[in-house]
């Protein structure tokens, strides 16, 4: 409101639709960001609206379409020499978990050794997005991988049946999502990827969300 009334040069109630328009260009033209620019309308509709009950300037205003990106998508071999190139198999379980399940980050690092209903063969997702529970598919390669991983964390001592599923350097508490991340990015290197990948590069590949078979064990 203080930017839109050092814009006009006078107290905003005063203000017209031209007022309105030239303001937004202003702002496109200064180079605000969408965002930003989306954050200002909003406040000044309801400003025209419940404070001046004034809905004739309020329909003026016109929020910015934010240009969505292209995700980055790796080919099925690229995955699987990611996959492949990670350095122990805590990390190859917990990224073919992100790919095969179609996992945010946050999601996969929350996974307990609980959530792995191997009998309906389901993934519980206590921390799912917006704080709600879902369940997502289990793969009978991805449970071969997780029963790989139990026994292998259970000889290094780290894995528990109501710990994590994915244990940080402690195994009281879970891996991190900035590890899980830079995980990622140390195996695509690596394996000579160059695009730019992440955590939720594996998610936004996972349309047949299965394991390949051909992935190489890590002992």
């Given amino acids: 409101m203080g930017r839109f009334a050092r814009f006009v ?7 017209t639709a031209e007022d309105l328009r030239r303001f937004q ?9 969408v965002p930003t620019m989306n954050s200002i309308v909003s406040a000044l509709r309801f400003f025209f609206t419940h404070t001046l009950d004034r809905l004739d300037l309020a329909r ?3 929020r910015v379409t934010h240009p969505r990106k292209v995700p980055v998508v790796l080919s099925p071999d690229e995955v699987a020499r990611l996959l492949n190139a990670t350095t122990c198999l805590k990390h190859q379980a ?3 978990v992100a790919y ?5 980050v946050a999601e996969v690092s929350s996974l307990k050794v609980s959530d792995v209903d191997s009998e309906r063969m389901l993934l519980g997702v206590e921390q799912g997005k917006g704080g709600q529970y879902r369940n997502a598919m289990l793969s009978a390669d991805m449970l071969a991988l997780l029963r790989q991983w139990w026994k292998v964390g259970r000889r290094q001592g780290v894995m528990h049946p109501k710990g994590w599923l994915f244990p940080g350097q402690h195994a009281g508490k879970p891996i991190s999502t900035r590890q899980l991340h830079r995980i990622v990015v140390e195996a695509a290197r690596a394996v000579d990827i160059a695009k730019r990948v992440g955590p939720h590069t594996l998610r936004h590949n996972s349309e047949c969300r299965i394991i ?8």
């Fill in 212 to 219: 390949p078979s051909y992935l190489s064990s890590i002992a």
């Fill in 25 to 33: 260009i202003e702002q496109r033209e200064a180079g605000v960001s």
């Fill in 9 to 15: 040069g006078r107290p905003p109630d005063t203000a």
């Fill in 94 to 96: 917990a990224l073919s």
């Fill in 60 to 62: 003026r205003l016109v």
């Fill in 100 to 104: 095969g399940a179609g996992l945010r």
